[in-house]
């Protein structure tokens, strides 16, 4: 159940975990061993009312099972003990089938509620999509806006209609502009969303290959996020990131397909190393209109973020003078690259809410670039789970990052399936991938040391990190 749920009960997502060796361990592994039941090792789902329904009905299920044999031999009684085990999967997906049912009912009221506040509001909707960079945009976006106008923006990395709807339902108090993410795993369902949710701007953040086995191919998720342009009304303007050549793709096969008149409006995230800067703590400094910022952020990857909000700031005719003063007052949440000095004494990048190819790049050059402007000469070592839903280039895209990764890094703990056979490759005998090895590495660490977080990790080794996941 915990898998199914972290799959956020889709069977697209789910087919493409069981194509993994890791998932096909778990489908196939009937008899657990000890710690595989400990706290550390058990995937357990978060304590929700779904999964309180689908435990409740499974374990019914399965009792009235073993009812029905109750009177056969132990021989029986054994060998439907194990075709059960071997069922639950099937079992916990037949259960979760009126739940899908009464959900998709669920989920069409409260997307039709969401709708009509929004429609009563007639609000200028902001749009947000791309491989990264959504959910760093639209918050840091509403606060340059907020100096001149309300603004709502969905809560944390809220972008499914569920999880949007339900948020405007709770939270939105008629303000002027709204900020939404538009995301999917696959073409079509941003464009059921923004059917609903109508945008006039759209933002393009970025172009990568993440979720590219429920996508099937590069050219799907192109066509995917050009669906929120294809959405915009006649004069509506496209924000997007030049410095991107996804990002282009996307826009030129939009355009290509678009009925209507659009504004094309690229933001300049292509300043040069003289202009890009980081201060010892490793936020980033750079000039928007001549106008030197000192930003809060942590790395030269948000660039086109803060380009990208000060474009869109611009439009709605924000002065510059308050773009960079509200840039510079930012402070961003655990949702951004935080770097600190944990309380042993080590510092620690910490980019661990998610992984995709662009943002792990950015992150080995960010330790590069942090490890020269602190003169920190001690071990430098990765933690990481590699990236999931990577599909055909999962192995060329890993093997690529391990490449990179061994210039600088002199260990990797690497406690994730996909992309570790990459990484082995890469690291040899630096490469540790037990629990029971990474524990050992922390009490080593000292001032002079630094590590980075790639992606999440286990929770008893977030908590060891002083991270949040």
Known sequence: MAIFQQKEYRLDRLKVYLKTSQGKNDLVKLIPTYSDLSRKKLKRPKLTWRIIVTASLSAGMIVGLLKLISSGTIFQLSLILVLVIVAMPLIIYLVSLPLQVGKYFITLFIMWLASWKIKQASPIIVGITGSYGKTSTKHLLPHLLST??????SQRSF?????????????????KITVFEYAAYKPGEIKKLANIFKPHLAVITGFTTQHLATFGSQERIVQAKAELIL?????????FNQADEGVGAIVDYAMSRSVVEL?????NSTQDNTQLQLDNKGRLKLQIDKHSVQSQLIGKQYRSIIFGAAAVAQHFKIPSKQIVASIESFMPDDSYVRFFRHKQGFWVIDDGRTCNPAGFKAAIELTQQLLEKRQLTGKCILFTSGIIDLGEVSRSTHQQLAKEARQIFSQVVYLGE????????????KLINTEESAKGILPLLSVNDLILVEGRLPIWLAKSLEIKQ
């Open 231 to 239: 959405a915009l009304p006649a004069k509506g303007t496209v924000f």
């Open 159 to 175: 972008n499914t209609p569920v999880s949007l709807a339900l948020d405007i339902l709770r939270r939105y108090k008629n303000e």
């Open 263 to 267: 504004q094309l409006q690229p933001f």
């Open 418 to 429: 996909p992309g570790q056979d990459e990484f082995k490759a890469a690291f040899g005998d």
């Open 148 to 153: 001149q106008t309300t603004v709502f923006a």
